[in-house]
């Protein structure tokens, strides 16, 4: 299962809700050194809200690895130093289904439906103000920016999230609340338990 939506709108706590496994494709950005990351249009801000900003690649090959033999290496990133610290191994050891979360999920939807590994995938949304609240409160707790980027990230993507739903959806995600993707994630769940194979 792939969960995508925008930043702030729940996909870490609804995954950690759904009991399956996780897979956090937000350990996937790439390092703040980075040379080819994108940068916000007439700014010298690093856009972070960009797919170029993240290794699409990578986080595919884990997915795949995953649905392979259940256990992938795959890194820990921390947003606040906009780096990489280490490297863990996700295990899932035999679950069937397991949950790949991130801003970027939506990108891998074609991909994951052509290597055959796809179950849903879905986009959570919650309102433009509802996320900004979130994100903002979220962002200032865990330390991620500087408060002045925050809140420039946070009016901007406002401002974008109806465009940022559409792309997602564009690209195969299904937009729904919260209580619509635990319904989708039960029954995908169910599914893949009667057939007995392991897909994202």
Known sequence: ????????SGKSLLAARSGLPVLRLDDFYKEGTDPSLPLVPQSSDIDWDHPDSWDADAAVAAITELCRTGRTPVPVYDI????????????????????AEGV?????????????????????SRGPLTTFRRRFLRDLREGRKSVPFLLRRGWRLMRRERSV?????ALGAHVCDRDEA?????????????????AV
């Open 1 to 8: 299962m792939l969960l995508c939506g925008p930043s702030g």
């Open 80 to 99: 606040a130093l906009s780096a990489r610290t280490g490297e863990e191994t996700v295990d899932i050891g035999r679950t069937p289904l397991f949950l």
């Open 104 to 124: 970027f999920a939506a990108e891998l939807v074609s991909r994951c439906r052509d290597l055959d590994v796809l179950a849903d995938a879905l986009c959570l």
């Open 165 to 169: 739903i559409a792309r997602q959806t």
């Open 182 to 198: 635990m319904g989708r994630l039960a029954a995908a769940a169910a599914g893949r338990c009667a057939t007995a194979r392991t």
